[in-house]
Each structure stands twice: as C-alpha cells, then as structure tokens.
C-alpha cells in the first residue's frame, strides 16, 4: 500500500533514523517507495517484502519507545512476519532481518517468473472440505488464517476449476487472489535452495522468548532448526490459527498486529473472540493502542 509508514516515519527523529538505517543497509531508497510508490514498484516482491519488513519493525520500536518497560511474552508472524517476529525476539539482528528479506522477496519473485501460478481465497467452507478440493484439483492449502478462511496455491490452470469445486462443495466464495505466484506451493520450491543459502550467512542467536513457527505452529527451537522451518515455509502451508490457540492455550489473552493492514487482527477476532485485539499501523493506532498498554 503505497503510503505505508509514511505519518510514523515523521513522528519521530528516531523513526527517521530507522528508514535512513534501512535505506543504508539496502543501498536505495526503500523508504521513498514504500512512501510515494509508485505502485507497481512497491508490489515487486523484492520491494513490498522488505517494506513491510521495515514499517513493522518502526511501530514495534515507536511502541516500545511510547510505552517504556514494554514486555512480551511471545511473537508471531505470518509467512514474511515470521522473520519479523524472530527479529524481535532478537534471534537476528534488524540489518540481517532486512537483508534477508529483501534476498527472500527476489527468490520468491524468480521463482514466479519461472511458473505460472496463483492462489485463490475460500471462505465459508471446512478444512477438510477444502482439503478434498486440493487433492481432486492438484492445488494445495497454502494458509489456513482463521475459521472459515483458508488460501488455496497452485498452477494457474488449476485454481478456476478448484474455485468451481469449493463452491459446489459450499463455500460462500471462492476467489482468485491478486498475486505474483503461487506461494506457500511447491511452486516456489526453486528460492529454497537460494533462501537456505542466505540464512546460513546469519549469526543466530536463540530467541529471548517463544517464536512460533508456521510450519509446525509451536515454538521455534535452536539457530539450526529455525533455518531448517524458514526454509519449509517456502512451500509449506502457513498454520496461523492452529499458531494462535497454541498462544491461547499458554495463556496469552492480548495480541498487538505490528505493520501495515489489520488482517491479522480480523483473523484473531474469529480465533479468540475473547482476545483483547490492538494494532499499530500508523500514528493514530500507535498513539491508541500505547493508552490501552499503558493503562
């Protein structure tokens, strides 16, 4: 979304020195794009990774800033969030977040430009429902979001005859997602390799608290076996409500959505109603969401 952290980068010398920070690690003006586009730059994958890398990374920091002695007692992502979240959790450092995120945004954009492929949105029908429409129409579940809403991938060819099986089957809709490729498919398996490669230059560390891990939906363990699942996502289904009822299920009751949009927040909304749900997106959700922290 063209625009992104543009309020949050002028609310603060320090937010501004976190977009000048990016901009020197890249080696362009990352900012500048994410801030007056144009569009069709900002949607490259290898420019819209990175960028939403970067806004969420400036709210966590304008949070924490905002609400000094901020404690948490977890972090999660979803799909590019993941990396995010590790950071946070200081398992890598913001400069290698961001590098490597941009490097996973250009394998993931090659391996589009080398298939024809695409996902698709299902709404309204069960897992196991949408699991029989994978396995009859060759495409795979690629995210399973919230109740009553999973994400399909897989060959162009195949997702209009899947979208026509999952309605006949009950879904309230079933559509095409406005895409590069096909994500979460094997579709992308050729950035794996090129992916592995460039996590292996990272020094690790083990996270200062829980990461949850979308390939497994449970914690992430050692620096090995973080690569290892970040390398799996790739082509794995992201399980992100089976990640936050495990978070409900130790206990945690007050989720805060860091980045652009509030999906997110929606889909914790049909998880946990009882979840007190905050978001930080721009300036007036940072000063919102600092009040409802502080009291």
Known sequence: ???????????????????????????????AICFGGPEAELTKTEHAQPGIFLISWVAFELLKERVPGLVFGATAGLSLGEFTALTAAGALSFEEGLKVVRQRGRFMQEACAATQGGMAAVLGLSEAATREVCAETGVVLANLN??????????????????????AKGAIRAMPLPVAGAYHSPL???????LEAELALVSWKGP????????TAQPHG????????????????????ESMRYLVGQGFTRFVELGPGRALSGFMRRIEKAAQVLNVEDLATLEATAKALAA
Request: with cysteine.
């Open 146 to 167: 919230c109740p009553g809403q999973l994400v399909i991938s897989g060959p162009t060819e195949k997702l209009a005859p899947a979208c026509a099986l999952a309605k």
């Open 222 to 241: 050692e620096p090995g076996a973080i690569r290892t699942r970040l390398v799996e996502q790739v082509t794995s289904s992201v399980r992100w409500e």
């Open 188 to 194: 992308m398996a050729s950035a794996q390799p090129k």
């Open 1 to 31: 979304m063209v625009g992104m952290g543009k309020d949050l980068a002028g609310s603060s010398p320090s937010a501004k020195a976190w977009f000048a920070r990016a901009n020197a690690v890249l080696g362009y003006d990352l900012a």
């Open 208 to 215: 200062a608290v829980p990461v949850i891990a979308n390939v």
